[in-house]
Every structure is written in C-alpha cells, then in structure tokens.
C-alpha cells in the first residue's frame, strides 16, 4: 500500500516517546508499505536527521512549525476557534504541500498522527487514520485544574474546551481511530459509538532492552525516568522528591533517588542533595536501568506513552506505580508490576521489592515476560498493518 504520514515531529532521534514510537512503526512497516511523511521541525538542525529516516521511507518532506508562543499563534488562538495547540501546527504551506502530493501519488492511506495535524489535511475522499497518543483535553484540563493562577484559569478552561471541541470532531471525522490505552478508548467509543476504536499500544524494542541474568537490589537506586517537557513528568517527579522519598528514605537507610531525564526545569534540578542525583545528560538510558534496584511512577495525570515503564519492565527493573501511571499496560498488580496509590503505600512497596528477594523475582521476571508476550514492536506493528489493510481498502 501507499501511505502518507504526517506527524507533528521528525520521529528521529529518539528524544520523546512519540518519537520512539513512530520511528520503530515506521521501520517495521516500510518493509511492506511505501510511506512518505510529512513531518514538522522545530529547528533547521532536525534536517540533518532526514537522511536517516530516508532510508525506510518513500520520501520524507519537513516543515519548520512556528515558535510556540510566537505572536501569530498567540493571536491566531485568540481571534479563532482554534485552540493554541491547534494553532501551533496549523501551516498553510502543510496544507498546500498534501494537497498537491495527493493530486500527483495514488495514495491508499493517510496515517494522522495526533488530531492536531489534522487541519492541515484537505478535502480528499483518501481513507484517514487519526492516531491518538492520548486524550490531549484531559490532559490539559489537569494542567489547569492544578497549576496556574486562580485569574487565568477561565481563559486557559475555554481554551481546553475548544482542544475538546476539535479533538472529538476530528475522532469522528476519520475513518478509524486508534487509541494508545483501555482508558483512552473507552472515552473515545463514546464519542464515536458507530464506529470501531482500535487498541494499538505502545512497545519496546526487546533486542536493544535487555534482560539481565542477575538483580540489582543491592544497590537501593530508586530511579525515575521522564522528559520533562512533559507536564505530567514535571508533576510526577515533584511529587516523588517532596512527598514519596521522605517515607522511603526513613523505610530504606541509604536509598538513593535517580531522576534521569531530558530538559530539567530549575525546580527539578534544585531537587539534588545527599541523596537525590538529577541528570539531564544520559545519552544511553540503558545504563540507568542498568544502575536501578527499582522504577517509581508516581504519576498523577492522564495522558503520555509511559515507556519508561515497558522499559523498566524489559530490562528487569521492578516498578511500583500509580494505577494511572499503570494504564494502558496490561499489568496486574503483584503480578508484573505493584500498583500503589499514596506515599506511605508506594514507600511499603519499595522497601517490601528491596527485602524480599522472591517478591523482587518474581515481579521481574512476570513484567519481561509480559513485554515479551504483548509488547515487542513487531507484534504492535502487525496490529497496525493490519488496520492499514482494512482502512486502506474500504
């Protein structure tokens, strides 16, 4: 089949979970579809990447995408019904560029990553494909509900209702919608009851995260792993350091805490001491895992890709989460994982993982074989492929 991919970054290098995810689909697939995508930058540096994504696909066109908080998109959000996140991948040269590309290509397939590049795509009676990495309202409306100032929040409420608005309409408008989680795609059928959502979650690449022979609770590293650009990461890891580790640290004489992550804010940094190591720079993430006794997902807002904990769980690292930092995993709770809702519950469970060397096993080895079973990327890929196969040929 043919298919055109857009997608709101360059899906390399492997710097976001949406990246990780696109890139390592987009590799399997190639081997049976010719996929051209189009893909927004940020910098003129992320050209340099083409090169390399040229050799899975077709053809790979970019886009410089404005500055966030540029003027225009200000302005744009505020004078249309368009939300701000709309407004910041809306691009009229995107818009021309699919129209003529599929005026020249017979095209079976348009693969939309995100509902936010959706704008952009014309009139066309080309099958779509919206891919939903998570519910961006939802997500958004936490951030409101918990962060900004009292003053903001009408503005900032009607602007997640015009995300929802958008969201919801472009659910329907496609041909087949697919969701990342069980909780995602239970919303998302009640919007569009006639027709099908499609459950395509997020994987590991099993070859590159591997199993070790032996464990490492000796060492009592509590890591936490998360961009940070990522609001519910910032969240979660403030969280953790303020609330969490204080139980843990009196539970576990000489734990120490690891916060590896891209993008540290100055509130995360300033979160090192004695016993807290924060480090922005780790170039292979596999070396935290290697140095973690446990991951702790303390998550507290829905949305993101939670690879850190199919990572986890492919490089024999216990985790110990929230059950919303659980979902969309298809873990059971003292079985592959340990699903904790509170400080003192969450510390119990890290101290219970660090002293009980059959606890500790046996959730290390169910949570790998579990990846092994559900998540490998060549399992997630056939299920896409065969969405393209009954898309495509509507």
């Excluded at 050209?47 to 053809?59: E, G, P, T, Y």
């Excluded at 017979?106 to 014309?122: G, R």
């Excluded at 003053?151 to 969201?167: G, M, S």
């Excluded at 890290?350 to 606890?359: F, I, Q, R, S, Y």
Aim: proline share 5%; with cysteine.
């Amino acid at each position: 089949m043919t298919i055109l991919m857009i997608t709101p970054y360059l899906p390399y290098p492997l710097y976001s979970g949406g990246q990780i995810r696109t890139y390592h689909l987009l590799k399997y697939l190639a081997k049976k579809h010719d996929i051209t995508l189009f893909s927004f930058i940020r910098n003129d540096n992320e050209r340099q990447s083409v090169a390399h994504l040229q050799q899975f696909c077709k053809k790979v066109v970019v886009f410089k995408r404005r500055r966030a908080w540029s003027l225009v998109n200000i302005l744009f959000a505020a004078f249309s019904f368009f939300p701000f996140l709309v407004a910041i991948y809306y691009s009229l040269g995107l818009k021309r560029a699919i129209q003529q590309e599929l005026a020249q290509g017979k095209y079976d397939l348009i693969h939309a990553e995100t509902f936010y590049v959706m704008p952009n795509i014309p009139k066309t009676t080309v099958p779509i494909l919206l891919v939903e990495q998570t519910i961006e309202f939802q997500v958004y409306q936490h951030f409101v509900e918990k962060n900004p100032p009292f003053f903001l929040r009408p503005l900032l409420y009607f602007d997640v209702w015009k995300i929802k608005f958008w969201e919801e309409r472009f659910w329907k408008k496609a041909e087949r919608v697919v969701a990342m989680s069980e909780a995602d795609r239970r919303v998302m059928r009640q919007v569009v009851s006639d027709r099908d959502v499609d459950l395509v979650p997020n994987g590991v690449d099993l070859t590159f995260f591997r199993f070790p022979v032996h464990d490492n609770r000796a060492a009592r590293t509590i890591l936490f792993v998360g961009n940070f650009n990522w609001l519910q990461n910032r969240e979660a890891v403030l969280y953790l350091a303020k609330h969490v580790w204080p139980e843990i640290e009196q539970r576990t004489p000489k734990a120490r805490l690891l916060i590896v992550g891209r993008n540290p804010s100055r509130d995360i940094m300033r979160l090192a001491s004695a016993s807290i190591l924060v480090r922005g720079d780790v170039e292979d993430i596999r070396t935290a895992y290697r140095d973690a006794s446990v991951l702790v997902a303390p998550m507290l807002g829905r949305g993101g890709t939670r690879y850190k904990i199919l990572e986890a769980m492919a490089t024999g690292v216990p985790v110990v989460s929230t059950p919303i930092g659980i979902e969309g995993i298809e873990a059971a709770d003292e079985e592959e994982v340990l699903v904790r809702r509170d400080p003192s519950t969450i510390s119990e469970a890290v101290a219970a993982l660090l002293t009980d060397k059959e606890l500790y096993s046996r959730i290390r080895k169910n949570a790998r074989l579990l990846i092994e079973k559900k998540y490998s990327w060549d399992r997630i890929a056939a299920t896409l492929d065969g969405l393209y196969e009954q898309v495509g040929h509507v």
